[in-house]
């Protein structure tokens, strides 16, 4: 877990930040997936660190308006380097 996430039950583990996920992609033969409370305002470093695919379900779900989250997020991903 790179960020602290409320939906798993385990929200009482700290995040790590994305230096794991630095070092996964580092050593990876096999695409990297990021997941875990990854929101609009900690996307852009989880993108710059190499995150082949991102999920953000419960960021866009639990959204007010879950479609203007999605854009802003996908906004964020292009920015941060990304592909959509």
Known sequence: MCNRTTTKGISGRPPLGV??????K???????VAIGGITAENLAPVV???????CV????????EPEATATEMVRIIEEAGGQI
């Open 19 to 24: 230096g794991p996920l630095r070092e996964a």
């Open 26 to 32: 580092a050593i990876a033969k096999t695409p990297v």
């Open 48 to 54: 710059e660190a190499g995150a082949d695919a991102i």
């Open 57 to 64: 379900t419960a960021a866009v779900a639990a959204a007010p």
